[in-house]
């Protein structure tokens, strides 16, 4: 579309926008736009529910809302975003200060405003017709097809300035601060392009150079581009990340590309940091999982695979009768693999971002993992199994025992506890823990923290400097607030549901259940035990807190991928 | 007595020809601290000091950014460190062997070996303790390991092997140090006696501690010795086999094995008898001290190697056995990875170094080539350094969890450190050789040939050889 240059020729151009980005650089104005936390505003939902915005600090950097702005421009005397917001409260007949201050409280107004009937008939033959026209795709010959899909992360690249999405691994490939051109491996081998590899992707005059990825399930032929990376002004994080697949992209064919040239240049092999290099599970008992058949048959399956042990300990185990008792179970039902937990137990806890480079080597600290599997025979087609993995907190962990300061122990509440105080780095408990969850801070990976990003830690949470282990807590801060707040209200013991921790919080389908075992009527303990619970690796006799309940597939036997 | 007497019938020899005598002795041991050094010693010294100034710029490099300086990482928590820590310990398990255990069975062909063993034992020691010092990623705190009373309250955790390797390396360190000190307190005042220079003469004076050779003195050193070689003997086996504790009472696959400490001592002795042969080959020719050490010395040690390292092979085998027998996967994965994974590189390295290399030793030849012998002791210490490396990196590479196994690449910082603790040890052990006797005269003469005691006066003192000293030292005085 030449968008850029077109852009060019207008005499004045101004840009509102919290970013000076790619678009800023081309205008001649840059007007900065306040953000949503930053802003006063309202909304009215279809049903007639008012709601007032209200803003959680003044605006960091001078920016501007958008109805101040907009205010600004229809010439309203008082324009700030506040007086505009009272007018329009004003108009919905709330007046008065204890009002106002009920609106505030509750977000919403106590009476509605009317109901709109927007036309959101489904169109049907709309569809169809659109479906029609694509006709019969042309055969591709020698050519490729390159599918343009939405980052998982970056989306269309507006989130790309985002450190955490940018370390965030993608859910398939594992990948992590870069986008690659998918192939199939059977294309791949095909074409002798290995993983790392730069390829030419060209049609008519556009091309692009990106790196070659090797995905199983990708379709024969055909190539992946995400969107969203190789931003030039993105900003400190985002700048020249990945690799740039718009301009093979054009509005006449926003989705597909057929036709597509492609060649393997014979440049040095770029690095590509992946978070899980291996991808089968070796036939051990990890993801455990079964079919429809197969659960009916025998619904306890996954304890057949990770049975507890045998004999217990040597020695006398805690008393966990008492008290509050903490529990995970993770639904490998439900769980897309999404990832928006890792985001959010990396937020809510403070995890640092390291880098490309240190991922490379090992590095990642998130405290919470996505294991992505490919299972099944094929390689080209296989059927994927997402795991989330944080720290199990054994019952009978085997961190504990080696560390020779103390450091990690365990609560009587059952959490496995650090103190990152007392913790000298020996890193023993990393290699005693069958679940490689533990994190080292191999170097400071909280040197440099802007006062903006420092304000947007949690201070509940001690951030760790290095040379320090550190590790899921069951979003320990989490529980000690909500005892501390029954403590105020005098009550002894802690309601069902207090204590959310940040992972089942952010999880959009309910896969994360976490409580006290020790109260019968919890979600968690009338779940714990079920007929498809499992804890991951019992056999080694550690006794995890968290349990897995197994994923149960339904395969659609006229469908030939599935697992037999 | 019979020791020293070699029995003609079955082919025995003197340990050293027939011209060498008590002067002899202290002559040939002495000059080397008199004399100049020679240009050999000045080009080891020089070297050394240069990786020493390796070893303190990496370690400083190290201090300054982080144990990310090296290549460890998340699943290979300890890589090179450990590595060269228990390598280390492993070398420094010749010199209490040689020391205590063959002087308990009253191997008298030690005599010209032990001083120099216990030296390289202490070094070896100094060295592996470097490590894991600097491998804890908060140094300035690492004082926590150690029971010491605190405002904190707090005791380190007794049930963690780390504190048990604590405990027995600084035990090791501290018995191995006073064991060489007190058998050096002898050499010490004939160092004295013979000292020209007024700064010698009291240096030296001062650590011999008043010894005068009397009856008395002989009477209160053999007590004293033979407690420390009663210490130290069960130590030899303690040591290792505590920091074999580290590995197997892990729950990792290939660590969790009780093999472990039988098999980590007999590398150990392997390792340690490696490096002292390095070293004897090379100072007997820088110093030329070839009389002292001989070649029937050197064959003796060549046989050691060969029956360590035949135990070394089978515990090899053992523990792949074992990893089928258990009939647990992941053990076995382990194992096969080992030898087929893709550090099988290490895995074949450490069996062709360790088993293969000194079963070259079974012909009289080869075990008697001085070349083939220096080549076979760099060899085999360099397989037992890949022994350490393929237990330590490829069982943490690919454990329980496929979606976690990885890689180690190291780094310049990781060579720097180990190649720099080299530069300590042979720093260390150039200063000894060149200030101290390197061969413990008065032992020496105890094993010569007409050191027969004329009259014996052993019920006083038992069985352990007092005698002998003390017509040496009556000889000498």
Not at chain 1, 19 to 40: G, I, N
Not at chain 1, 427 to 454: A, D, G, H
Not at chain 2, 103 to 130: P, Y
Not at chain 2, 313 to 322: D, K, P, R
Request: aromatic fraction near 12%; charge should be neutral; hydrophobic fraction near 45%.
């Amino acid at each position: 579309m030449k968008f850029a240059d077109a852009l060019k020729k207008v005499p004045t151009s101004i840009h509102f926008s919290s970013y000076v980005d790619e678009t800023a650089s081309l205008c001649t104005w840059q007007v900065p736009r306040a953000h949503e936390l930053e802003s006063w505003g309202d909304a009215q939902s279809l049903t007639g529910v008012y709601s007032v915005q209200q803003p959680l600090i003044a605006p960091l950097w001078g920016g501007r809302s958008d109805i101040e702005v907009l205010g600004k421009l229809a010439g309203l005397p008082n324009w700030r975003g506040y007086d505009i917001v009272q007018a329009t409260v004003d108009e919905r007949g709330i007046r008065g200060e204890i009002a106002w201050r009920q609106l505030l409280n509750k977000g919403v107004a106590p009476s509605t405003f009317g109901t709109v009937t927007a036309g959101l008939a489904a169109r049907d033959a709309d569809v169809a017709n659109a479906l029609k026209q694509l006709g019969e795709p042309a055969p591709l010959g020698d050519s490729f097809e390159a599918a343009f899909i939405a980052d998982p992360k970056l989306f269309d690249g507006r989130f790309a300035n985002n450190q955490w999405l940018l370390e965030m691994p993608d859910p398939m490939t594992r990948i992590t601060w870069d986008n690659a051109a998918m192939l199939a491996p059977s294309t791949a081998k095909e074409l002798g392009v290995k993983n790392g590899d730069i390829i030419r992707l060209s049609k008519g005059d556009a091309s692009i150079d990106i790196v070659a990825w090797m995905q199983p399930g990708v379709a024969a032929r055909s190539v992946i581009l995400p969107l969203g990376w190789g931003r030039t002004l993105a900003g400190s994080n985002g700048n020249k990340k990945g690799f740039d697949v718009y301009p093979l992209r054009s509005s006449a064919s926003p989705h597909y590309l057929a036709g597509v040239k492609l060649e393997k240049l014979d440049v040095r092999r770029y690095p590509i940091s992946q978070t899980q290099e291996h991808d089968v599970m070796e036939g051990r008992p990890i993801a455990i999982e079964a079919t429809l058949d197969e659960y009916k048959d025998k619904p306890n399956f996954p304890e057949f695979e990770s049975p507890d042990p045998a004999y217990g300990p040597l020695w006398k185990t805690q008393d966990y009768s008492q008290g509050n008792q903490w529990g995970m179970l993770i639904d490998l039902n439900t769980c897309t693999g999404c990832s928006t937990c890792v985001i959010a137990c990396q937020a809510e806890n403070n995890v640092p971002v390291v880098g490309k480079d240190q991922v490379a080597r090992g590095r990642e600290m998130h405290w919470l993992r996505i294991d992505r599997y490919y299972v099944g025979e094929s390689e080209d087609e296989p059927d994927v199994a997402f795991q989330p993995i944080a720290c199990q907190h054994c019952e009978e962990a085997p961190c504990e025992n080696v560390c020779p300061v103390a450091a990690t122990s365990h609560s009587p509440e059952g959490l496995n506890d650090i103190a990152y105080n007392r913790c000298i780095g020996t890193r023993y408990c990393m290699n005693n823990c069958p679940y490689k969850v533990r994190r080292f801070n191999f170097l400071n990976f909280n040197q440099e923290v802007p006062e903006t990003r420092q304000m947007g830690m949690n201070p509940n949470v001690t951030v760790r400097f290095r040379g320090v282990v550190e590790k899921c807590t069951y979003c320990v801060q989490r529980i000690q607030m909500a005892k501390i707040k029954a403590k105020t209200q005098g009550r002894r013991e802690l309601r069902e549901g207090e204590v959310v921790v940040a992972c089942q919080q952010a999880c959009s389908t309910n896969s994360i259940v976490f409580g006290d075992l020790n109260n019968p009527k919890s979600a968690i303990s009338r779940r714990y035990r079920a007929d498809r619970s499992y804890g991951l690796l019992s056999e080694i006799g550690t006794r995890p807190r968290t349990r897995f309940l197994g994923k149960i597939r339904n395969p659609n036997p006229e469908m030939k991928t599935v697992k037999a | 007595m019979s020791a020293i007497q070699p029995i003609a019938e079955i082919g025995e020899t003197p340990l050293v020809p027939a011209h060498v005598d008590a002067a002899f002795v202290s002559n040939e041991v002495s000059r080397v601290t008199e004399k100049p050094a020679p240009i050999g010693w000045w080009l080891v010294f020089g070297l050394a000091l240069t990786f020493l100034g390796v070893l303190g710029v990496s370690v400083g490099y190290l201090f300054w950014n982080g144990i990310g300086s090296w290549g460890n990482n998340n699943p290979i928590a300890w890589a090179w460190d450990i590595t060269n820590f228990v390598w280390w310990i492993g070398i420094g398990h010749a010199g209490t062997l040689i020391s205590a255990v063959l002087f308990l069975f009253r191997q008298k062909w030690r005599t010209s070996v032990n001083r120099f063993s216990e030296a390289m034992t202490i070094f070896a020691v100094i060295c592996a303790l470097l490590y894991p010092t600097i491998h804890v990623g908060r140094v300035w705190v690492l004082y926590w390991a150690l029971p010491l009373p605190n405002q904190m309250s707090m005791w380190p955790n007794f049930k963690s092997p780390l504190l048990w390797d604590v405990f027995a390396v600084s035990t090791y360190f501290t018995v191995s140090l006073l064991f060489w000190y007190i058998g050096l307190i002898p050499d010490l005042a004939t160092l004295r006696d013979r000292a020209k220079s007024l700064v010698r003469k009291r240096s030296y004076g001062a650590f011999a501690l008043g010894w005068r050779g009397s009856n008395r003195h002989w009477r209160n050193y053999e007590r004293a010795y033979l407690i420390l070689a009663g210490l130290s003997t069960p130590l030899v086996l303690s040591v290792h086999s505590v920091v074999s504790f580290d590995f197997a009472t892990s729950v990792m696959p290939g660590w969790h094995t009780t093999i472990f400490p039988p098999y980590f001592v007999a590398g150990a002795v392997f390792s340690g008898f490696a490096m002292v042969s390095t070293l004897m080959i090379i100072s007997r020719q820088v110093f030329g001290l070839k009389d002292l050490m001989t070649m029937k010395h050197l064959e003796m040690m060549n046989k050691i190697m060969l029956v360590t390292g035949s135990l070394v092979g089978y515990a090899y085998s053992m523990e792949f056995f074992i990893a089928w027998y258990s009939g647990n996967e992941y053990e076995k994965y382990v194992f096969i990875n080992r030898a087929t994974g893709p550090y099988w590189w290490a895995y074949w390295t450490m069996i062709t170094c360790n088993v293969i290399s000194p079963q070259l030793f079974w012909f009289k030849r080869l075990r008697t080539s001085i070349p083939v012998m220096f080549a076979i002791s760099i060899v085999i210490n360099i397989g037992m350094w890949f022994e350490r490396f393929v237990i330590i990196v490829t069982s943490l590479h690919r454990d329980y969890l496929p979606s976690s196994w990885g890689m180690f690449s190291p780094t310049l910082v990781d060579i720097g450190c180990f190649t720099g603790s080299l530069g300590l040890f042979f720093t260390l052990f150039s200063l000894f050789i060149r200030w101290l006797p390197m061969i413990a005269m008065f032992e020496v003469k105890g094993a010569l040939p007409n050191a027969q005691p004329s009259h014996v006066h052993a019920t006083a003192t038992g069985e352990h050889g007092a005698d002998i000293h003390g017509t040496v030292a009556a000889k000498e005085a």
